[in-house]
């Protein structure tokens, strides 16, 4: 029981500090659209690349956020129902949810290698004049986010199963 306490907060550990990162990129981007703001409106100057990487910027936001809201207990699920199930129902559910979840996830990561791969063989670069290059960089959050969410749908999978005290929950 030990070994499966300590895997599942190995895992976690990964998907918090993955939130945390998701959480800063949240506060660069606030930053660079201000910075963007005011040197357009107040200046006349702008830039085609900060435009591209404001955007690019949500990408790891959404796939480590999607982990970390997981871990926080901040899924979506019917509460109203859910609360006046019993234990038992509750773990089974928690457990088949997160099963299902882990497959979804591993299938996701999968299917966005290839994109992945032809996107880094070809060095793929914003189509814009004065655009980000590596546009594969971006894409490679893809398979990575889908990844954290299989590690911490198996943690959760885990913490139901062997009914461990809860972490993030």
Known sequence: MKAVERVVH????????????????????VLLVTGDVVMRYL?????????????HLISP???????????SGEQVRVDVFYERFPDALKRTIEVTGGLL??????????????????????NEGSPNPGGLPWRWALKAF??????????????????HAFALPSGGE
């Open 142 to 159: 893809l398979p990575l986010g889908f990844l954290l969410l299989a590690l911490q749908s198996l943690a959760h999978v885990l913490r």
């Open 10 to 29: 190995g895992l976690e550990a990964v998907v918090r500090l993955s939130g945390w990162m998701a959480a800063w990129v949240c506060v660069v981007l």
């Open 61 to 71: 936001i959404a796939l480590f956020g999607m982990s970390f809201a997981l871990y």
């Open 101 to 122: 979840l882990l497959g979804i996830a591993l299938y996701a990561a999968w299917l966005t290698l290839p994109w992945l791969s032809q996107s880094w063989l070809r």
């Open 43 to 55: 200046f006349r100057i702008g830039a085609v690349w900060l435009q591209e990487l404001q955007w």
